[in-house]
């Protein structure tokens, strides 16, 4: 891989290495004296380690009984492969000739990913095409014979983050498509629908301007509440543009715009400053354990209910009397 154009410092991953004793058992050497591996394992692992095979009580404390070889028996690699074994015979046998005992220096970490061993290997990109490197890389890999059960994957933090973005901005796009067909469908009219479509963004702008207080907009609590401040938004848009349908139907009112606000005024004051009052506890105690999330929601509800109200009965009715000039229904718009 260091060798591939736009690859810089390509480095295995370091892993801890810690010497320790390897015992492997020579299954025919073993039979030869009625040894079988199991036994084996068993005998020196109680010789080398130890095993607990009791309890001592001695002034209401408890102590470990436990059988264990003399130090000296197990000083050195030199001892540990003379440690004597008993056969089903009666006699003894050392371990060197039943097994082979060496000083290994396995790893003392092993990483997994779903249950699956791995080892990093990791390479820089400072030409900045990163994805056209990761391309090279997987083409280069993907001609290496590997082992049965191995396998390459081949991934960058950069890639990954891209690819989630354009996810992200997909999704988003998808999701104000349904919300503005939602919105036609309600009204029943393509311009209406346009005009509360634009106006929902200026309803968060109370929400955005408090989030940073309890640590910015991109925090869990602070996304919560631009949904419940959205949701607020939408309903209360909807309830003032059917007011003003219901007013342009009607042949006698002169002011439809005036009289829908008149009439949108109190359900639309009413849920904002009703959950802007049950939001405001959660943001004057403060940081306290158990509220992290609790806190920047309320926050950002209070700032976004301000704005809805705002935008709701001030600026979107100002635009509709801009947007409309004739206020009264076209001979093609659907009401109901």
Known sequence: MSGLRGVAN??????????S????????????HGLKPGDVRRTTAVLIAGIPVGSYYEQ????????????GMRGDLTAIA??????PGGGQVALKDVATVSMQPPATEIHHDQASRYIDITADVP????????????????????????????????????????????????????????????LRSWRRAALLFCALPLALAGGVATA????????????????????????????????????????????????AVRRSVFPTVVSTVGLALLSLPFAVVGDLAGLEVLRPLALVVIGGMVTTALVMLILLP????????DSRPASGEMHA
């Open 318 to 325: 100002a635009l509709h009397l801009r947007w409309f000039a």
């Open 127 to 186: 030409g900045g095409n990163v994805r056209g490197v990761v391309d090279r890389v997987r083409a280069a890999v993907g001609n290496v014979a590997l082992p049965t059960g191995y396998h390459v994957q081949v991934s960058s933090d950069v890639v990954l983050r891209q690819d989630g973005d354009r996810e992200a901005l997909i999704y988003s796009l998808v999701v104000a498509v349904g919300v503005f067909l939602l919105l036609q469908a309600a």
């Open 82 to 87: 003379n440690l004597p074994l008993d056969t």
């Open 60 to 71: 209401q404390q408890i102590f470990d009984v436990a059988v264990w070889s003399e130090p």
């Open 21 to 32: 004793i390897q015992i492997a058992t020579n299954a025919d050497a073993a039979a030869a």
């Open 212 to 259: 940073p207080i309890a640590g910015g907009p991109l925090t869990v609590g602070a996304l919560i509440g631009f949904l419940a401040v959205f949701g607020v938004a939408v309903r209360a848009g909807l309830v003032v543009m059917r007011d003003i349908q219901l007013s342009e139907a009607e042949a006698a009112d002169a002011e439809p715009v005036a009289t």
């Open 10 to 19: 390509a480095a295995v991953q370091a892993q801890p290495m810690e010497p």
